[in-house]
Every structure is written in C-alpha cells, then in structure tokens.
C-alpha cells in the first residue's frame, strides 16, 4: 500500500473551520470524555465495515450491495485510561439513497438526516480518490457547527501517490473539513488512528455505557441483520431490495450440558412470487444454504448453539407502504 505524504490532520491549512467546534487537546488521566459520531456517506463507501473495525467486531452487515445498512445501527468503543479514558458512539447510517423514491428509502433517508442531528462529530466517508455526484448530494446534509471528518477510505486500492495527494489538497475546497484522514477501514493501525483522532472532539462527560458494551442494538436485532446478510451474499441484484426479515420467535432454553441455546424462527418478506421461488432455489437448497450460513454466525456472535428456522412470505407493495414499515422498525 502507499502512503500519501498528507497528514491526516490539517488545522493550519485551508481547511481550517472557525464555525466548527474545534477538538480539547488536553486529556488529563482523571478525565472521561464520551460523545456520538455519525458515519455517513453514500452507499458502498465502507460505512458498515469501518463501524466494525472501529468496535472491534462484526455489529453491522456488510456487502457489495447498495441498501445493505437500512436501519442506524450504534458501536461502541470505550478506551480506557487510568481513571479516565473515552467512550465513542458511533452510529452507522445507511446510504443516502438518491435513485428511488420508496417509503424504503425515505425511511433510511430520515435515519441518515437524523443522525446528522445532535452528533458531537461526523466521519463522512468517501473512497479515497473519488469524489462523485451521490457524495456531493451527502454532503450538501451537513450544516451547522459540528465538526467534520473526511474520512478518505479504501486507502489500500490506490496506488498513484501524486494523485491521491492533489485530491486531497482539493477536497477543502467543497467544504470547510476539521480534518483530513486518508485510511483503510482493513488495516487496524489506520482504525487506531482514527480512534486518536476522534477522542478529542467529544465533550468532558461520563460514559454513557458500561465498559464492555459494542452496541445498544439488541440480539433478536442483530439476528435478523445476519440472516438478511446471508441473503444478500446469496441471491441475485434484484433481490435483496425487495426483501425484508423478521425475527418470529428469539428464545432462549436450557442447553443438553449447559452453555446457552437460542431457537429463532425467521420470516423472510419479498415482494413477488417469482423472488420467493429464487430464494427458496431447486429444492430448498438456497434457503437452506443461507440458513447454514446465517446459523454458523449466529452461534459466533450470541456464543450459543442456534438453532435457526426460516421461511419466505410475499407481501406485494411492503417496501412502499409506510405502515408496514414502522411495524417492521423502519423510523
């Protein structure tokens, strides 16, 4: 990988922000900071795998598809120092969706528009090198006096040094970052940077979580962003778009020589026959194999033995009603 010969922060440069918050260097050990950072950015810009890195484990889903991220999903990393340290919240948005008008996507939309709101920091992340239409459009959301982040990512596939560099010179340009910090959200050095980075923006208050907790989002949730990973990973483009999972059943029972078992049953909506019919595959055996799939990492992430069942309903219109949303826990 080549590394720009750009700093990751630029203060004294062009893009310096008097409007801005600007980061509280000092850290005695005595002293707790805690606050929330939105990642934010246009689709397939490494939002979700960025939040895991930065948790140190897997809490939001991750695919080459757009949509992967529907609901605001919270990380959290407590760095602790003597009897200070830092708590960092951080809330992977989905990506701002520009192509459709769903109620779908006006749902993540508002999740991405809520997030801006009342953050400490916002990490907006685009993929080092590029700058398009649909990352202008993200950008055009950030107003006001939180501080921003350009997080340049994917840093590993760029190898023109000369270019990377301009680039980054240039984005200041397009608005006034409080920082620039080319990376890869793959390479743990660069996450822990990141990390260091970040901690001095967030105000001086106590930790808003137990040390030890990664996310506020509940098992029974994050059983069915597995299972609709499962199904992204293995269906085709027009698929995952037009479905959706719900957790039926999340139960917990005694386990044969102790440990813990949980038996979730799962619904997975789409919106026609024909996609029921791709997802259930020749003889069951695509179900069956995102059923494997989701239960193998499952019993990872609960550290339980799962026991998973799955079946595929059609709800024509689902993905356009606003009321089957909400009760689907779309905002």
Known sequence: MVEPDVASGDRDGGSAQPEQTKPDQAQPDTVRRCGSIAIVGRPNVGKSTLLNALVGQKISITSRKAQTTRNRVTGIRTVADGAGGTQLVFVDTPGFQTRHGSALNRAMNRAVVGAIGGVDLVLFVVDAGSF??????????????????????????????????????????????????????????????????????????????????????????????????????????????????????????????????????????????????????????????????????????????????????????WADDEARLRSLGYE
């Open 132 to 317: 398009t239409l649909a990352d202008a459009r993200v950008l055009s959301l950030l107003k006001g006096k939180t501080p921003v982040l350009l997080i340049a990512n994917k840093l590993d596939r760029v190898h023109r040094k000369a270019e990377l560099a301009a680039w980054l010179q240039r984005m200041p340009e397009r608005y006034p970052f409080a920082e620039l910090v080319p990376m890869s959200a793959k390479r743990p050095a660069d996450v822990e940077r990141l990390v260091a980075i970040c901690a001095p923006y967030l105000p001086r208050q106590d930790w808003w979580y137990a040390d030890g907790e990664l996310t506020d989002r509940s098992e029974k949730f994050l059983a069915s962003e597995v299972v609709r990973e499962k199904l992204f990973r293995l269906t085709g483009d027009e698929i995952p778009y037009a479905s959706a999972v719900i957790i039926d059943q999340f139960q917990e029972e005694p386990a044969r020589g102790g440990g813990r078992f949980v038996r979730i049953a799962a619904t997975i909506l789409v919106e026609r026959d024909g996609h029921k019919a791709i997802i259930v595959g020749h003889g069951g055996e695509r179900l069956k194999e995102i059923g494997t799939q989701a239960r193998l990492e499952l019993e990872k992430l609960l550290g339980a033995k799962v026991f998973l069942e799955l079946w595929v309903k059609v709800r024509s219109g």
